[in-house]
């Protein structure tokens, strides 16, 4: 008699209805899986994107643009410290990485050491044939802004997505310089995408009313900047505006949208510095105009008709009720530190998950049904057995699936189809090597049978390995979709391993013993 | 109990080694077909592999097909593709890869989706790959491609003797470009899920390739005496009622996949079950004839391992 270790019987079982328990919560609604009692398994099948509907953005944050701006502010820095020493120089410029100058007279680099100061903390100073120095961003330095601005880049977009109710998205950095944002179930992609991508940098400057962009020459220390809304003339109106920023975006306390005179504006609040810096600049400036500016766009550029030293302001600028809500938003949530660029999206509207999650139950069910049939028809009482393991093959996998959290997609739901049609491999292997032991060796069935399982295992081994093989493989180097039919692929080669070797081997053990045949039904 | 199986003889003794020149002359054709439809047709790469912009779109009534591909061709996009996707109202838009950076991209979708206005009730579906990412992507289709096939090949060196591992790395790649083959000339989209589908295939057809070659090395080991062609041909006749009924339920499993799984993976389940087929094919007619040609002898099987001695 063939003799199953007492731990196996119980560890099979036991598999099995702990298989059965972790899959029964997705037979439920989503919403009545939490209301399960505490004992028992809740989990249910993460949904990807694609079936559940959302968003996958990948964007790509401007490090150059930060590396650049980290060069500019030393290069900025330098040049005014060297002024006000009155130290000789010429040929101030970026190379590279890296400042360079020609000081008139050597001076060592001790003394630029004292003029400079803090400007060096990240940097190399060091001096070159003559009297040439160079002052080098480290690569330390580079390294720490760097992951200063991803994470601050990952905090704002999360605190933008928080304001617009989105549940359950996830923001991740991805390489060095890269974004990751999903955002499962939402309405509007469209808005949402527009409202994390923008910089929302503001800014309060001067206007110069001196000079005349296009006519003069553009003084030192100015910019032209073109106006977010088309002029009279159906052109966008250029201003002169000084690059010094009278307050900024990050000396605010609190924005909201509302209205003025029937227009939706958007009213801010400045913090305690920014109300000082603001009322100080205003009380200045009666009577001269200045812009607000966003992202490198005038907004509006109202003439100080008196100081403002309450801290708090207007924003008007001929937008719709929507803009000025999302501006609101945007200033809230705060500046991101450098711009943001989609490299990738895939966004699937609910309809489109709906359905085919529709579609993919269908298929498993038909693909499942045709393969029931066509083993019981074909093997007949040992079809069946199959048929047990096929159906707790399906059980098993919902239940790694959930236990896992491996998300399912829609080739994921492929490879559970596949899985089906191959599940029954394990069991026809064996049943064809039981089949020879009877016809060809004439065993007794015990004999048979425990020959079949044995011969079958190496063969079953080795052929399902060398499909993990490929699995893995896909699972390492695959994203998104792929990934998730690669895992579903894998769970269900082990599940079929199992339900074959272990549990189809157990049912016809059970029934070796209990009916004690004298030959087999194949 | 109805059992056909008890119909179906263990062995049909069919000579399916005598037919191996055919074999071997189609698998060559098969092999040469494809790559010369590669190489004139090309593949139809997805947004994935390109670059682009694909958008699925349901409009409010039957879509104008042949209005909305003039209007938005005329948009100055470069190439834009329509084609009816599953239901009369459904439109799968292919936006051409634009020129300039990932910014240009997004713009794109912007203006497709103005030029669209009200026609469109949902927008099902909005793929954009820069390209830079859809060179990422392209890298990694490949380096996986490789590196699974390497594994495996690996795996079976590992396990049996090198004409083995040799003679299933032909029968693989033989199946691998038989399907982009397929594709190919169906000018089905080449995607992420249906570099997959390949990938499957490769796991697929090996899986078969080594239930027989499994039986083959046994049968070496037993009979050393007799004539390896006659042994060879024993072990795929041994194995073929396996072989039929594994497939026949992988391809019922597909079939269903095919017709009931949507339009999204239609083109990934057609792969899936051209691919079955051919390596299914490759196994017997093309990884069997081979370990002839590489001259195995039953002196180049090793001894079996312990573990399996004992049956018998």
């Known amino acids: 008699m063939i003799k199953i270790p007492r731990w196996q019987v119980i560890g099979t079982l036991l598999i099995v209805v702990l298989g059965i328990l972790y899959a029964l919560p997705n037979l439920v609604p989503k919403q009545e899986a939490g209301e399960l009692p505490s004992w028992a398994p809740h989990q249910q099948v993460n949904l990807g994107l694609d079936l559940s509907g959302g968003s996958y953005l990948l964007a790509e944050v401007d490090l150059e643009g930060v590396y650049q701006e980290m060069l500019n502010d030393t290069l900025d820095g330098v040049r005014s410290a060297l002024r006000e020493q009155r130290i000789g120089y010429t040929n101030l410029r970026a190379d590279g990485n890296a400042v360079v100058f020609d000081l008139r007279d050597d001076m060592g680099l001790d003394r630029l050491q004292e003029v400079f100061g803090a400007l060096l903390s990240n940097t190399l100073m060091t001096q070159e044939e003559g009297n040439q120095i160079r002052i080098e961003v480290t690569d330390q330095a580079r390294l720490e802004r760097r992951n200063a601005v991803m994470q601050q880049t990952l905090e704002i977009i999360r605190r933008r997505i928080d304001e617009t109710g989105t549940r359950e998205p996830s923001i991740q950095r991805q390489g060095d310089d890269r974004v990751l944002i999903q955002l499962p179930g939402i309405e509007d992609p469209e808005g949402v995408k527009d409202l994390i991508g923008k910089t929302a940098k503001l800014t309060f400057r001067m206007v110069r009313t001196d000079v005349v962009a296009g006519q003069d020459s553009i003084p030192p220390g100015t910019e032209v900047l073109l106006s977010e809304e088309p002029g009279p003339n159906g052109e966008a109106i250029r201003y002169v505006v000084e690059k010094r920023v009278m307050v900024s975006g990050e000396n605010l306390s609190n924005a909201q949208p509302t209205f003025q005179d029937g227009e939706p504006v958007v009213s801010i609040r400045f913090d305690s510095v920014g109300s000082k810096r603001f009322g100080q600049a205003t009380s200045e400036n009666v009577g001269r105009p200045f812009a607000i500016i966003l992202d490198g766009e005038v907004i509006s550029a109202p003439r100080i008709n008196e100081a403002i030293l309450g801290g708090s302001a207007i924003i008007s600028g001929s937008f719709t009720t929507k803009e000025s809500s999302d501006l609101a938003l945007l200033l809230r949530a705060g500046a991101l530190p450098a711009s943001l660029t989609y490299i990738e999206e895939r966004t699937v509207g609910p309809g489109l998950g709906a359905d085919s999650i529709r579609a993919g139950e269908i298929a498993c069910i038909l693909g499942m049904v045709a393969v029931l049939i066509f083993m019981g028809v074909v093997y007949g009482f040992f079809g069946m057995i199959a048929n047990i393991a096929l159906v707790a093959n399906l059980i098993l996998i919902l239940a790694a699936l959930s236990v896992l959290q491996a998300t399912l997609t829609l080739p994921g739901i492929a490879g559970i189809v596949l899985t089906i049609g191959m599940a029954v491999d394990a069991n026809v292997l064996i049943f064809e090597r039981i089949r020879e032991e009877v016809h060809y060796n004439n065993r007794s069935p015990v004999t048979a049978i425990d020959n079949g399982y044995r011969r079958a295992l190496t063969t079953i081994l080795d052929s399902n390995i060398t499909t993990l093989i490929a699995a893995s493989l896909l699972f390492f180097f695959g994203t998104g979709p792929v990934k998730g039919f690669a895992v579903t692929l894998a769970i269900g080669l082990i599940t079929s391993m199992f339900t074959a070797i272990m549990f189809a081997r157990l049912i016809t053990v059970t029934w070796l013993r209990r009916k004690r045949p004298q030959s087999l039904p194949i | ?312």
């Open chain 2, 1 to 312: 109990m109805i059992a056909l199986i008890r119909k179906v003889p263990l062995d049909p003794g069919f000579d399916f080694i005598g037919k191996r020149k055919i074999c071997l002359i189609f698998s060559a054709f098969l092999v040469l077909a494809s790559m010369g439809i590669f190489l004139v047709q090309g593949l139809n790469f997805g947004v994935d592999f390109r670059g682009g912009i694909l958008i699925e779109i349901r409009t409010d009534g039957p879509a104008d097909l042949a209005e909305l591909r003039s209007e938005l061709n005329g948009l100055g996009l470069g190439e834009v593709t329509l084609q009816e996707f599953g239901e009369p109202t459904d439109v799968l838009i292919n936006v051409q890869r634009q020129d300039g950076e990932e910014a240009a991209q997004n713009e794109a979708i912007e203006t497709v989706k103005a030029a669209l206005g009200d026609r469109v009730v949902e927008y099902r579906r909005v793929e954009f790959v820069g390209p830079k990412v859809g060179e990422e992507l392209r890298e990694a289709g490949i380096l996986a491609t490789v590196l699974a096939l390497g594994g495996i090949a690996l795996y079976i060196w590992f396990r049996f003797e090198w004409q083995f591992a040799v003679a299933a790395l032909t029968a693989l790649t033989h199946d691998v470009i038989a399907t982009v083959g397929f594709f190919a000339l169906m000018q089905i989209e080449f995607n992420l899920a249906t570099l997959a589908a390949v990938l499957t295939i490769a796991g697929y057809s090996i899986n078969d390739t080594v239930v027989i070659f499994d039986r083959a090395r046994e049968e070496l080991r037993r009979y050393k005496r007799r004539p390896v062609l006659d042994i060879l041909n024993m072990a795929v006749n041994r194995t073929v009622s396996r072989t039929a009924m594994t497939s026949l339920t992988t391809l019922l499993a597909l079939f269903a996949l095919a017709f009931f799984g949507g339009e999204v993976i239609r083109g990934f389940s057609m792969g899936l079950i051209w691919g079955i087929v051919v390596g299914t094919f490759s196994s017997v007619g093309l990884a069997i004839p081979l370990l002839h040609l590489m001259k195995l002898r039953a002196s180049h099987v090793a001894p079996p391992e312990p573990t399996s001695q004992e049956a018998t």
